[in-house]
T-cell receptor
Framework: DTAVSQTPKYLVTQMGNDKSIKCEQN?????MYWYKQDSKKFLKIMFS???????INETVPNRFSPKSPDKAHLNLHINSLELGDSAVYFC?????????????FGPGTRLTVL | SQQGEEDPQALSIQEGENATMNCSYK?????LQWYRQNSGRGLVHLIL?????REKHSGRLRVTLDTSKKSSSLLITASRAADTASYFC????????????FGTGTQLKVEL
C-alpha cells in the first residue's frame, strides 16, 4: 500500500509549457506539502496545506499554483515552465499542525524542462 | 537563512564501522528530525528528537541534541552497505508551525 503517491514519476517538457503534478496520500493526514529538491540535493519547502487550506506559501513564483480538492490530494500546477524549474518535486504529508509530527514523503517527480 | 548545515558533506566508510554526521542550525527549535534518502527515492523519516531531549536511540541509530550549541549528531553503528544513502537533518523552528527546514545533507557510502 503506497502511503504518499505522486504522478507522474518523470516529466520532460519544453520551456513555456504548462504542466501538473498530482499527489495523493492514504494516511488520513490533514497536512500536505510540496518541496523542491535541486541538483545539489537542497530540499526547500514550497507550499503547505492543512485540510484544504493554504498555510505555508514560501517565496515561490506565482507560476506555481497548488490546489487541494480534498485533504487527501494536493496537486501542483506550473505555468510557463522555465529551465530553472528542472528539479525533483516531492509531496509529503503529516498528521496535522503542531509539533512532533514526522513527515511522510512521496517518491518524487523528476521534472526536466528543455 | 535558517537552513541547517551538515558536516561532513560526504563520508565513505567500511562496512562494520560507525558513521557520525553532524548538523548545526541557527535559531531555537521545537524538534529536530533526521531523514534518509536513497538514490532516486523520497525521504524516509528516521528519528525525531524534541528540544527538551538530549539523546535518543532507535536500533543502530543514536541521535544527540545540544540546544546550547544548536547542533545535533546522528551516529549509525555497525554500518551496512544498505545504509548507503544521503542523510538530512530537518528542524522545526519555534513559531514555524509544521514547517521543516532541511540541512544540506551528508552523502554516506558504506563499502563492502
Amino acid at each position: 500500500d503506497t502511503a504518499v503517491s505522486q504522478t507522474p514519476k518523470y516529466l520532460v517538457t519544453q520551456m513555456g509549457n504548462d504542466k501538473s503534478i498530482k499527489c495523493e496520500q492514504n494516511l488520513g493526514h490533514d497536512t500536505m506539502y510540496w518541496y523542491k529538491q535541486d541538483s545539489k540535493k537542497f530540499l526547500k519547502i514550497m507550499f503547505s496545506y492543512n485540510n484544504k487550506e493554504l498555510i505555508i506559501n514560501e517565496t515561490v513564483p506565482n507560476r506555481f499554483s497548488p490546489k487541494s480538492p480534498d485533504k487527501a490530494h494536493l496537486n501542483l500546477h506550473i505555468n510557463s515552465l522555465e529551465l530553472g524549474d528542472s528539479a525533483v518535486y516531492f509531496c509529503a504529508s503529516t498528521a496535522g499542525p503542531g509539533s512532533y509530527n514526522e513527515q511522510f514523503f512521496g517518491p518524487g517527480t523528476r521534472l526536466t524542462v528543455l | 537563512s535558517q537552513q541547517g548545515e551538515e558536516d561532513p558533506q560526504a563520508l565513505s566508510i567500511q562496512e562494520g564501522e560507525n558513521a557520525t554526521m553532524n548538523c548545526s542550525y541557527k535559531t531555537s527549535i521545537n524538534n529536530l528530525q533526521w531523514y534518509r534518502q536513497n538514490s532516486g527515492r523520497g525521504l524516509v523519516h528516521l528519528i525525531l528528537i524534541r528540544s527538551n531531549e538530549r539523546e535518543k536511540h532507535s536500533g543502530r541509530l543514536r541521535v544527540t541534541l545540544d540546544t546550547s550549541k544548536k547542533s545535533s549528531s546522528l551516529l549509525i553503528t555497525a554500518s551496512r552497505a544498505a545504509d548507503t544513502a544521503s542523510y538530512f537533518c530537518a528542524t522545526e523552528f519555534t513559531g514555524g508551525g509544521n514547517k521543516l527546514t532541511f540541512g544540506t545533507g551528508t552523502q554516506l557510502k558504506v563499502e563492502l
